[in-house]
């Protein structure tokens, strides 16, 4: 089993920054696959950005050289920085983590944590 949170979600003017975590515990050791996803009101939950065990990342088209993800795995936290934020940034945005198991892979979700970019 593992266990994410977010935090880090606020209220952010266009243009402005944050720094989204997620904080694991668990069974982390055989998680190969970490991901930040959001999603918008109306719309269906999105990849923005994952990165692989072995560091190499990969981000959505919209956040590419806006947003970046990356790990600490002394402190088992993922985070997602965001710059230049826009309005239709606006999302819940969701921690993902992928585990490597005997029966397949198995997904975990983190509670959201809410980003809202406005003037």
């Known amino acids: 089993q593992v266990q994410l949170v977010e935090s880090g979600g606020n209220l952010v003017q266009p243009g402005g920054s944050l720094r989204l975590s997620c904080a694991a515990s668990?069974?982390?050791?055989?998680?190969?696959?970490w991901g930040w996803y959001r999603q918008a009101p109306g719309k269906q939950r999105e990849l923005v950005a994952h990165?692989?065990?072995?560091?190499?990342?990969n981000y959505a088209d919209s956040v590419k050289g806006r947003f970046t993800i990356s790990r600490d795995n002394a402190k088992n936290t993922m985070y997602l920085q965001m710059n230049s934020l826009k309005p239709e940034d606006t999302a819940v945005y969701y921690c993902?983590?992928?585990?490597?198991?005997?029966?397949?892979?198995?997904?975990?979700w983190g509670q959201g944590t809410q980003v809202t970019v406005s003037s």
């Open positions: 990165i692989i065990g072995t560091g190499s990342t």
């Open positions: 668990g069974s982390i050791s055989s998680i190969f696959l």
């Open positions: 993902n983590a992928v585990q490597r198991t005997l029966s397949g892979p198995s997904t975990y």
